[in-house]
């Protein structure tokens, strides 16, 4: 039973470039979460996704961040233009279902180092 | 605005005592807490949730205790390990609900000595 799968768990990128990071939820998990960490913080939500869809974007930077989450294969959260700003640690969590559970299961993280 | 945040930025305890991780959230309308463990290098860990319809939810070793009426949360290990050193977070789920987006606090850290 394989949990939330993120890759890479390191990922160096020179300013200017472009990161994308991947992440499979838990099997049976339909809904992805992307939350950001940045040294000695506590992690901030991203976004909200569902199979197709965007259903919370509120922590998304407006420029240079995307996700999606297609109907087949691993949810992408992709950072153009990376700025040194951008490293940190990059975590996905899924869970089973809205409303009646929130209980979110995190993948290790992407290390995000721009160089 | 809401916030959740912790007491106290490291906690250092003797093996085989009890640890008490605090824990002050602002949100009233937050119904749903969770703590999560995070290893160096690893992703936040599930430990124990609770529904603001309880006060208090034990686990294996731990205790999560809930105060409405001063808006705290605690964590309580029994019989602390080494093992159970890391980085404790305490997450509410504001006043959206049931979303998944949930309020992370800053962590503490609990350093158990042998």
């Known amino acids: 039973n394989a949990g939330v799968m993120q890759n890479p768990r390191h990922l160096v990128r020179r300013r200017g470039q472009e990161a994308r990071l991947r992440c499979s939820p838990m099997?049976?998990?339909?809904?992805v979460y992307w939350y950001r960490q940045l040294p000695e913080e506590g992690l901030k939500f991203m976004v909200y996704?569902?199979?197709?869809?965007?259903?919370?974007e509120s922590g998304m930077p407006k420029e240079r961040f995307s996700a999606e989450f297609p109907k087949e294969g691993p949810s992408i959260l992709r950072i153009q233009q990376v700025v040194r700003g951008d490293s940190a640690a990059y975590f996905c969590?899924?869970?089973?279902?809205?409303?009646?559970?929130?209980?979110?299961?995190f993948g290790s993280g992407t290390q995000l180092s721009v160089l | 605005g809401e916030s959740v945040g912790l007491h106290l930025p490291t906690l250092s305890v003797q093996e085989g005592d009890n640890s008490i991780i605090n824990c002050a959230y602002s949100n009233s309308a937050s119904d749903y807490f969770i703590w999560y463990k995070q290893e160096s290098g690893k992703g936040p860990q599930f430990i124990i949730d609770?529904?603001?319809?309880?006060d208090k939810r034990q686990g294996q070793r731990v205790t999560v205790l809930l105060n409405k009426t001063v808006k705290h949360l605690s964590l309580q290990i029994a019989a602390t390990q080494p093992g159970d050193s890391a980085v404790y977070f305490c997450a509410e789920n504001g006043s959206l609900g049931n979303t998944g987006k949930l309020i992370f606090g800053q962590g503490t850290t609990l350093q158990v000595k042998p």
């Open positions: 969590a899924s869970s089973s279902e809205q409303g009646s559970n929130e209980k979110l299961f």
């Open positions: 099997k049976g998990h339909s809904h």
């Open positions: 609770i529904r603001s319809n309880m």
């Open positions: 996704l569902q199979k197709e869809n965007i259903i919370d």
